[in-house]
């Protein structure tokens, strides 16, 4: 027995539920980046420690794994443009590596100090921080790079003269592309900084690479958001 023809209507059904999920994926990124920071800091009594990596050596261990772990799955999950002609990482081949960096940042955590020898894989190994901070580091820069380079993309709707956006839908995208590539070089930017702060002894908090992973996850945070159109009643 042959199943009946998908009709025009269950197929933009579909479409919708699809775009739906995409939306709220991308919602769950934006949510999670902006929660990290905070979350840790408020359930470790507001103190603050080295690096977003040290809350691993705190109470906050199952909230900063079981985030990180959060962050890998639903960028595996992710699907985002298809890769163009000539293009050398493709949306699917960049959330997914970001994903499976930010699982292994929580499986090989930072280097702990005396007094956590009791915490799951703990360790004072240089070359394991050394591999934990390259895994960190690059999960970072691949967040920047698709907020400059991947999510910029939705201006070339723009040269589609058959989509017929109005003046208004314009001003946005033009708004949200913009503010794509500022939350992209101020995540590239933190990544400078913590370097500075870890390797030349720039220090100017006392706990530097926290500040700058912090402001690297809320752009990261704000540039999902504002992709899943969650911030669309504020014109974006």
Same mark, same amino acid.
């Given at each position: 027995m042959s199943l009946p023809p998908i009709t025009s209507t269950q197929e933009s059904r579909t479409t919708s539920r699809l775009n739906f999920d995409y939306l709220t994926l991308r919602k769950t990124l934006g949510i999670l980046g902006l929660a990290l920071p905070v979350a840790l800091i408020i359930g470790n009594d507001f +103190?603050?420690?080295?690096? $977003?990596?040290?809350?691993?050596?705190?109470?906050? $261990?199952?909230? *900063? +794994?079981?985030?990180?772990?959060?962050f890998g799955l639903v960028l595996m999950a992710?699907?985002?443009?298809?890769?163009? #002609?000539? #293009?050398?990482?493709?949306?699917?081949?960049i959330t997914n590596l970001a994903g499976g960096l930010a699982i292994l940042v929580a499986i090989i955590p930072t280097s702990g100090e005396i007094g956590s020898e009791g915490v799951p894989n703990f360790h004072e190994s240089d070359v394991i921080n050394a $591999?934990?901070?390259?895994?960190?580091?690059?999960?970072?820069?691949?967040?920047?790079?698709?907020?400059v380079f991947q999510f910029t993309k939705e201006k070339?709707?723009?040269?589609?003269p058959s989509l017929n956006f109005t003046q208004a839908e314009v001003n946005r995208i033009v708004k949200r592309v913009n503010l794509y590539r500022i939350c992209g070089v101020l995540i590239w930017?933190? @990544?400078?900084?913590?370097?500075?702060?870890?390797? @030349?002894?720039?220090?100017?908090t006392g706990a530097d +690479?926290?500040?700058?992973? +912090? @402001?690297?996850? $809320?752009? *990261?945070?704000?540039?999902?958001?504002?992709?899943?159109?969650?911030?669309?009643?504020?014109?974006?």
């Open positions: +103190t603050i420690e080295p690096s $977003i990596s040290h809350y691993y050596y705190t109470s906050m $261990i199952v909230v *900063f +794994t079981g985030i990180l772990f959060a992710y699907r985002g443009f298809p890769t163009e #002609e000539n #293009e050398m990482m493709s949306d699917n081949l $591999i934990h901070l390259g895994f960190a580091g690059m999960f970072i820069c691949l967040m920047g790079y698709m907020s070339k709707q723009l040269s589609d930017l933190s @990544v400078a900084y913590i370097a500075l702060a870890k390797y @030349v002894g720039f220090n100017l +690479t926290f500040w700058g992973e +912090t @402001v690297a996850l $809320i752009c *990261f945070g704000i540039a999902w958001l504002v992709k899943s159109k969650a911030l669309s009643k504020v014109g974006l």
